[in-house]
């Protein structure tokens, strides 16, 4: 086995990785840690032990900072001390892939079918139960197809009829045919997508607002990377606990989310800004606005192209 770090013709010693001199305990050039020499199954062990360990504490520290510290880790990063934690996007990316597939395990999904009723020439599309809506509900001796024939039959005299009235068409007989699961599953492989528009563009909003002092665009980004984590973690956290605990505990546990999620926002922002108390409400309010409807616009448009891409 070859040594862990060899010695120059001075004595010094050198990274067995790439050669340079060794100063301290890892490499100024590449970064490998300064080993010792294995010689034993205990010594193998020992330095197993101490990078998982290590490992835990970064990732531990990271989750306890984001959970619990609003702010900090956007803080943090910006001022350089990174080394501690890890690294937003990867933070980013690890946790939305937990979320998504928690929501799309299962675990008492109701079945879901969406209903296309007009009014006044403008469609409206709502998600329902289907075994819970009487007009929807299959008729004794029904075929799927003969139920398919009977309900979908959508009315549109707006802008772009010769385009709407197909694609209408097409996301109720496949709503109604699968009870909205098809839909359901290429909504949810899709947001992820919409999340790469939809969080930048949150950024650009947060610019405007944090004129002066002149920020960069990408340290509203940064806040928006941290704060989305947080949101993936916590409402993962939340769709688990609704499996577990009995419905009664659903609408406390639910105000519990939505009023911790508030509260976190605002210090992040008060915390990452350093503006006053009541600067911070009133943009805090304005964002919370801009949130909800660029939420519920990029849901609308993913259920959509969803439909749309069927």
């Not at 937990?98 to 079918?113: D, K, M, P, Q, T």
């Not at 563009?201 to 941290?226: D, G, I």
């Not at 990452?272 to 409400?281: E, L, P, S, W």
Request: charged share 15%.
């Amino acid at each position: 086995m070859a040594p862990a770090a060899v010695r120059d013709a001075h004595g010094e010693p050198n990274c067995a990785n790439c050669g340079a001199v060794l100063t301290g305990r890892f490499c100024s050039n590449c970064g490998q840690r300064r080993e010792h020499e294995i010689h034993s199954i205990w010594h193998f062990t020992q330095e197993a032990t101490e990078d998982l360990t290590h490992a835990d504490s970064r990732l531990w520290s990271t989750m306890s900072a984001l959970m619990f510290k609003p702010g900090l880790l956007t803080r943090e990063f910006l001022a350089g001390r990174r080394v501690r934690y890890l690294p937003p996007l990867r933070l980013y990316l690890v946790l939305s892939v937990v979320f998504f597939l928690i929501l799309g395990s299962g675990g008492g999904h109701e079945s879901r079918a969406i209903a296309v009723r007009t009014g006044a020439g403008k469609p409206s599309v709502s998600v329902i139960d289907p075994n819970q809506a009487n007009i929807l509900a299959p008729k004794p001796g029904e075929t799927p197809e003969q139920r398919v024939e009977r309900l979908c039959h959508p009315e549109y005299d707006g802008p772009l009829r010769s385009f709407v009235l197909p694609f209408l068409e097409k996301g109720c007989r496949r709503s109604i045919l699968d009870n909205g699961h098809t839909i359901g599953e290429a909504t949810l492989h899709n947001i992820p997508r919409a999340m790469f528009i939809f969080v930048p563009a949150l950024a650009v909003v947060m610019k405007l607002m944090y004129w002066r002092p002149r920020r960069h665009y990408v340290e509203h980004l940064l806040f928006f990377v941290h704060t989305h984590a947080f949101i993936f973690a916590l409402f993962g956290l939340y769709v688990l606990l609704l499996r577990l605990v009995p419905a009664v505990l659903d609408d406390w546990i639910q105000l519990v989310v939505w009023g911790y999620t508030a509260y976190y926002l605002f210090v992040s922002m008060r915390r990452v800004y350093g503006q006053g108390r009541f600067i911070t409400f009133v943009k805090y309010t304005a964002l919370s606005f801009t949130y909800l409807i660029g939420a519920a616009l990029t849901l609308a448009l993913t259920v959509t192209y969803s439909v749309y891409a069927l």
